[in-house]
T-cell receptor
Framework: EAQVTQNPRYLITVTGKKLTVTCSQN?????MSWYRQDPGLGLRQIYY???????DKGDVPEGYKVSRKEKRNFPLILESPSPNQTSLYFC???????????????FGPGTRLTVL | QQQVKQSPQSLIVQKGGIPIINCAYE??????FPWYQQFPGKGPALLIA?????SEKKEGRFTISFNKSAKQFSLHIMDSQPGDSATYFC????????????FGTGTRLQVFP
């Protein structure tokens, strides 16, 4: 089954404790993104990657890191989480460019993160 | 700033009604306007999309109306069903932004039997 998986689905942590949210897709997609979803703000792009070792900042990259060492994986790293990073996080992937409607983004099930 | 403004924030209709969700944008460079549907506990999924060279697109019970001069587009759900209860997001993107979607703030739709 073609899918985007994220782990963990739920995470409660404390301020300053480094964490990683994993994302994996089995569709051989080149493009992957991370979004955060907050009430009243919709989804905002954090980082995106157009291929292995190619990443770029989205709209809200502060406090986050990503890496793309393999095509299928795109982990999101919070080196020193803070309470304002409490949010619902989504990973997404597509085989081509989403901009202009060239292709469709497929979203993972989400990771709900709480930073105390 | 919010580049895509979506309204209403929530919407309640009875089964068979026609909920309408509106979005407005400012950047005339946007050239692709998708709608995503999100059920509780799930990620968003592409529902229907339109380009500015057409004024309307239908897929089943879902219709997008597009007004280029007003820089507005809307989603209409015909004969709404309880199974349509979800959060709907409009979005916009530009050709040259290779992997960027600008999302609206979302509309929570509840359809009662």
């Amino acid at each position: 089954e073609a899918q985007v998986t994220q782990n963990p689905r739920y995470l409660i942590t404390v301020t300053g404790k480094k964490l990683t949210v994993t994302c994996s897709q089995n569709m051989n997609h080149e493009y992957m993104s991370w979004y955060r979803q907050d009430p009243g703000l919709g989804l905002r792009q954090i980082y995106y990657s157009m291929n292995v070792e190619v990443t770029d900042k989205g709209d809200v990259p502060e406090g986050y890191k990503v890496s793309r060492k393999e095509k299928r994986n795109f982990p999101l790293i919070l080196e020193s989480p803070s309470p304002n990073q409490t949010s619902l996080y989504f990973c997404a992937s597509s085989s081509g460019m989403v901009g202009g409607g060239t292709d469709t983004q497929y979203f993972g099930p989400g990771t709900r993160l709480t930073v105390l | 700033q919010q580049q895509v403004k979506q309204s209403p924030q929530s919407l309640i209709v009875q089964k068979g009604g026609i909920p309408i969700i509106n979005c407005a944008y400012e950047n005339t460079a946007f050239d692709y306007f998708p709608w995503y549907q999100q059920f509780p506990g799930k990620g968003p999924a592409l529902l229907i999309a339109i380009r500015p060279d057409v004024s309307e697109k239908k897929e089943g019970r879902f219709t997008i109306s597009f007004n280029k001069s007003a820089k507005q587009f809307s989603l209409h759900i015909m004969d709404s069903q309880p199974g349509d209860s979800a959060t709907y997001f409009c979005a916009a993107s530009m050709q040259e932004n290779t992997d960027k979607l600008i999302f609206g703030t979302g509309t929570r739709l509840q359809v009662f039997p």
